[in-house]
């Protein structure tokens, strides 16, 4: 099966830019859509196909896709920008995957 | 605006069954994909089953194949879940999603553009 990886947390200062990773063998190849999700609410796209924001989402969010790694990258972090972030992909051998969550702190 | 909103969801006992429901508007809902995707408490997100805009394909979790159905009415803007054998390990909350692509052909969808609020579901005796 597919998995993918995502470091458990990632700590930021406010202003400055928070970079989120999600490893996969091969991801470079695959599409990668991520959620924010905040405690108690329902996930919320913020980036798909890689790299595409939804309107509505900040252009603070963007995202890459390269190799073994696929990154979103949070500009200039505010407070409300901290929540659950998550990865995912459509794999043959596993459909949809997600990844296993990054919870973002803002200091 | 797309709004989803899932009922059902409650306390059954292990071997049990549930029906979850989602009611769908703002958009033409027998247009596209749909999904289940769970949430167990304090865990991370695990997508459970797709069906097709028209309802012709299914496609399910494995840890679920065999025990869950998902269906539509098209009439009814509404998207079901039915969840038999229910097992400890099914605990969640149960969101309905919204795939993206309009008459979408690709299996089982692509992604999620819009989730409901989620309904808890707990297996416990």
Not at chain 1, 39 to 47: D, E, F, S, T, Y
Not at chain 1, 78 to 101: I, K, N
Not at chain 2, 89 to 107: F, H, I, M, S, W
Request: glycine share 12%.
């Amino acid at each position: 099966s597919y998995v993918l990886t995502q470091p458990p947390s990632v700590s930021v200062a406010p202003g400055k830019t928070a970079r989120i990773t999600c490893g996969g063998n091969n991801i470079g190849s695959k599409s990668v859509h991520w959620y924010q999700q905040k405690p108690g609410q329902a996930p919320v796209l913020v980036i798909y196909y890689d790299s595409d924001r939804p309107s509505g989402i900040p252009e603070r969010f963007s995202g890459s896709n390269s190799g073994n790694t696929a990154t979103l990258t949070i500009s200039r972090v505010e407070a409300g920008d901290e929540a659950d972030y998550y990865c995912q992909v459509w794999d043959s051998s596993s459909d949809h995957v997600f990844g296993t969550g990054t919870k973002v702190t803002v200091l | 605006q797309v709004q989803l909103v899932e009922s059902g969801g409650g306390v059954v006992q292990p071997g049990g069954s549930l029906r979850l429901s989602c009611a769908a508007s703002g958009f033409t809902f027998s247009s596209y994909g749909m999904h289940w995707v769970r949430q167990a408490p304090g865990k991370g997100l695990e997508w459970v089953a797709f069906i097709r805009y028209d309802g012709s394909n299914k496609y399910y979790a494995d840890s679920v194949k065999g025990r869950f159905t998902i269906s539509r009415d098209n009439s009814k803007n509404t998207l079901y879940l039915q969840m038999n054998s229910l097992r400890a390990e099914d605990t969640a909350v149960y969101y309905c999603a919204k795939d993206p692509e309009v008459d979408g052909v690709l299996d089982p969808g692509v992604y999620f553009d819009y989730w409901g609020q989620g309904t808890l579901v707990t297996v416990s005796s």
